[in-house]
């Protein structure tokens, strides 16, 4: 931090490189492109509502959602700038069914891979409610020279090397980690540059605000429908009734549940029997970033970072936030299964 001005993300990259694992420059140069892609997606974004660029793109994309023109405009945006750097060997999107592979002489002797939610709650857009970006890198574990393989991208989520995410909202902001804690960047319009803004992020041990589209309760397990009585519950002594913030922006939920101290929940559910997100693009990059920030991610009863994925799009229950607020939701799905 300077005493007369906030640390750029450029120097910020340049003065801890030798902490990013493998430091050979290239994870620096590939977060650039992140920034780089943040600022022009932050840019659409930010004239949704005057632009053509407002509403449905006419499409679907593979989960069966119909893909705003927003999605689809993220979407090109980072894969096009992560094809234009020579870090990337391929990349896995939720818009897109498959994984791209960058073949050619360049890209197939690049380290990282990158899986990407290029606009996450994007049907937001159009009421003027923030969104988010979410990213996760891993080096390739195919050999160096040859074209990525789907395995590059089915590693558990203690396997990535960086992830984070950007929130478009009341200010735009790029909060991601390597491993060392924390850090969150917001970006200075005036001169088109993220500022740290966040140094050292930490999850509080404890808060009183729960995330979950209670809508769904009929749904729900019953665990969890009795973690969300005792929620509501009046009891002095653990500051309860809890808050209840919803705004089905997982980005923005996560974000201020962070800052304020919370718990995020999507659960199973008898319309959604393995939960809506996704875990390698949505719960495992969030998880890494919440884990270095001291708090807990599961899916109710297994760290979502230690799972093993079996395929692109699959989707996992998601318990996120202040560790003792985890924990407690834990306790009452273990106590179903005890039954
Ligand atoms: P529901 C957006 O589609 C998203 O993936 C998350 O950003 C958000 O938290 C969740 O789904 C909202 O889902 O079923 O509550 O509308």
Known sequence: M???????????????????????????????????????????INKAGLADILGMAGSDNVQGEHQMKLDVFANDTFIR?????????????????????FDDELHNESKYVVLIDPLDGSSNVDVNVSIGTIFSIYRRISAIGSPVVLEDFLQSGDEQVAAGYVIYGSSTMLVFTTGHGVNGFTLDPSIGTFCLSHPNMRFPEQGQIYSINEGNYVHF????????????????ASNRPYTSRYIGSLVSDLH?????GGIYIYPTGTT???????????????????????GRATD??????????????????????????VLEAESFLRSENDE
């Open 272 to 294: 959604s029997p393995k939960g809506k997100l996704r875990l390698l693009y949505e719960c495992n990059p969030l998880s890494f970033i919440v884990e270095q920030a001291g």
């Open 81 to 101: 700038t992560l094809r234009s750097m020579g870090e990337v060997c391929g990349v896995a999107s939720e818009e897109l069914e498959d994984f791209i592979v």
């Open 221 to 236: 397990p019953i665990g969890v429908k009795r973690y969300l009585k005792f929620c509501q519950e009046l009891d002095p």
């Open 2 to 44: 300077r005493a007369d001005r906030p640390t750029t993300l450029g120097e910020f990259l340049v003065e801890n490189q030798e902490k990013f694992p493998y430091a050979t420059g290239e994870l620096s140069q590939l977060l650039s492109s992140i920034r780089l892609a943040a600022k022009v997606v932050n840019r659409e």
């Open 300 to 325: 109710g009863f297994e760290r979502i970072l230690s799972l093993k994925p079996t395929e692109l799009h699959q989707r996992v229950p998601y318990f996120a936030g202040s560790t003792q607020m």
């Open 256 to 260: 201020r549940n962070m800052i304020k």
